[in-house]
T-cell receptor, first 111, second 114 residues
Framework: GQQVMQIPQYQHVQEGEDFTTYCNSS?????IQWYKQRPGGHPVFLIQLVKSGEVKKQKRLTFQFGEAKKNSSLHITATQTTDVGTYFCAGPNNAGNMLTFGGGTRLMVKP | NAGVTQTPKFQVLKTGQSMTLQCAQDMNHEYMSWYRQDPGMGLRLIHYSVGAGITDQGEVPNGYNVSRSTTEDFPLRLLSAAPSQTSVYFC?????WGSGNTIYFGEGSWLTVV
């Protein structure tokens, strides 16, 4: 079945440093979604990418969808303590009735 | 607007007991689903529903039942709880199914089976 993998699993950074998480799918995706989960909280939708090579920005967050639509990345510039949490990517199966999540990257930021 | 509401938030069960996790959404969403989250394993789909009266299995359906008698409600039943079902459970919904639909999650139910 479809697999979605994320690396790294954990990342410790000093406040102000940059952070990147990478997502790879075993199949070509029609779109990819990114979610953030704060410690003890629930996943919250961040963004969806649809087009090959698409790049979207949300303030200090930059999301990219690969040309082959099988990989994606999330880059945070100058991390802040408010960025702490686990970031998940997720991609739909071909029928679009199931969303497969990556294992997540847990970001910890030292003030 | 309550969104997706799950109850209970915390539950401790003994092995072999049964229970139902409740989920309700007030957004008139067609698609509802249940995920479980275990450390290092992300979110795994248990069951989903594309509309009232229609349910289907996800990645890890064994030991769980669901029903969708109304658009609003999607309860998850554990028939005979096992320690391997200790997890955090999230109910989620979206306007419809198919590519590109944002999923809204409930706040989670922490279940411990002893």
């Amino acid at each position: 079945g479809q697999q979605v993998m994320q690396i790294p699993q954990y990342q410790h950074v000093q406040e102000g440093e940059d952070f990147t998480t990478y997502c790879n799918s075993s199949t070509t995706l029609s779109n990819i979604q990114w979610y953030k989960q704060r410690p003890g909280g629930h996943p919250v939708f961040l963004i969806q990418l649809v087009k090959s090579g698409e790049v979207k920005k949300q303030k200090r967050l930059t999301f990219q969808f690969g040309e082959a639509k099988k990989n994606s990345s999330l880059h945070i510039t100058a991390t802040q303590t408010t960025d702490v949490g686990t970031y998940f990517c997720a991609g739909p199966n071909n029928a679009g009735n199931m969303l497969t999540f990556g294992g997540g990257t847990r970001l910890m930021v030292k003030p | 607007n309550a969104g997706v509401t799950q109850t209970p938030k915390f539950q401790v069960l003994k092995t072999g007991q049964s229970m139902t996790l409740q989920c309700a959404q007030d957004m008139n969403h067609e698609y509802m689903s249940w995920y479980r989250q275990d450390p290092g394993m992300g979110l795994r789909l248990i069951h989903y529903s594309v509309g009232a009266g229609i349910t289907d299995q996800g990645e890890v359906p064994n030991g769980y039942n669901v029903s969708r008698s109304t658009t609003e409600d999607f309860p998850l039943r554990l028939l005979s709880a096992a320690p391997s079902q200790t997890s955090v459970y999230f109910c989620a919904s979206s306007y419809t199914w198919g590519s590109g639909n944002t999923i809204y999650f409930g706040e989670g139910s922490w279940l411990t089976v002893v």
